[in-house]
């Protein structure tokens, strides 16, 4: 089974600066997704980004962006200028292609003004 | 148009009684999926429903653990005989594929359930 790891409990970043977070996944599959979800105090999970295996160029959504290195099997997520308003709960996740989907443990994300 | 939803959104119930959590999908998702998450934790996958396939139970803990779904449309976790380790928030999240596709999962506001 496919097993996703977030090695970071917890994270801190100043606002306006950069942080990473990081991901690793362990499949013997070739063809797959990967997704960052946003988990803010309310509960309610949000798509940040997403990522298919099979694309090589890294995905972008505004401050957040994705290193995918297929080969070393690492996901990590880039939040640039951050905002307060990005202190939460982050998961990542895998998701096969017969939607079989598994999430890591959740790195809490704390932004200081 | 609505999200997904839950019902009820907080369910105190005592050790040993049944409990029946509700989930209405984005209506014309095919895909529904339930997960666990504890205090602090991850979401743990429980079942997926796609479509008229036989659901994916793997990661169902016990056999106390059982889930229906009607069609395409609501779907129902049902917990018999709680015990305190229950106690999670349960989500519960449908996505418009039924396989393929980086089609994201839209999450409800899930049901914390809390076993007494």
């Known amino acids: 089974a496919q097993t996703v790891t977030q090695s970071q409990p917890e994270m801190s970043v100043q606002e306006a600066e950069t942080v990473t977070l990081s991901c690793t996944y362990d499949t013997s599959e070739s063809d797959y997704y990967l997704f960052w979800y946003k988990q803010p105090p309310s509960r309610q999970m949000i798509l940040v980004i997403r990522q298919e295996a099979y694309k090589q160029q890294n995905a972008t959504e505004n401050r957040f962006s994705v290193n995918f290195q297929k080969a070393a099997k690492s996901f990590s997520l880039k939040i640039s200028d951050s905002q307060l308003g990005d202190a939460a709960m982050y998961f990542c996740?895998?998701?096969?292609?017969?939607?079989?989907?598994?999430f890591g443990a959740g790195t809490r994300l704390t932004v200081k003004p | 148009g609505a999200g997904v939803s839950q019902s009820p959104s907080n369910k105190v119930t005592e050790k040993g009684k049944d409990v029946e959590l509700r989930c209405d999908p984005i209506?014309?998702?095919?895909?529904l999926y339930w997960y666990r998450q504890r205090l602090g934790q991850g979401l743990e996958f429980l079942i997926y429903?796609?479509?008229?396939?036989?659901?994916?139970k793997s990661g169902l803990p016990s056999d106390r653990f059982s889930a229906e779904r009607t069609g395409e449309s609501v779907s129902t976790l049902t917990i018999q005989r709680t015990q305190q380790e229950d106690s999670a928030v349960y989500l519960c999240?449908?996505?418009?594929?039924?396989?393929?596709?980086?089609?994201?999962?839209?999450f409800g506001p899930g049901t914390r359930l809390t076993v007494t």
């Open positions: 996740a895998y998701r096969s292609f017969n939607n079989d989907m598994r």
């Open positions: 999240a449908s996505s418009q594929r039924l396989a393929g596709g980086s089609y994201e999962q839209y």
């Open positions: 429903f796609q479509g008229n396939s036989a659901p994916d």
């Open positions: 209506s014309g998702h095919t895909a």
